[in-house]
């Protein structure tokens, strides 16, 4: 659905209309500062601590003198 002149006009007339009667907001006392409320961070649980999984070890490997054939 192509946009026709006609539409645009009436929407541009509307906006400047809107725009127009506008009511601005006049202060009549300058805007105070206000500091930012402190967020303070969530503090996080202390990890549990899980111990690892025991997995058994290959025992060391024995070393044999190697022996020299005659």
């Known amino acids: ?6 539409s645009f006009a ?13 009511e601005y907001y006049t202060p009549s006392s300058p805007p105070v500062y206000k500091s930012p409320p402190v ?6 649980p202390p990890p549990v ?3 690892p999984v025991y ?3 290959l025992s060391p490997p024995v070393y044999t003198k ?3 054939p005659p």
């Open 49 to 51: 601590y899980t111990p």
């Open 1 to 6: 659905m192509a946009i026709t002149r006609a």
């Open 10 to 22: 009436i929407c541009l007339l509307l906006s400047l209309a809107t725009i127009a009667t506008a």
């Open 39 to 44: 967020y303070t961070k969530p503090t996080l």
């Open 55 to 57: 997995k058994p070890t």
């Open 66 to 68: 190697p022996t020299i």
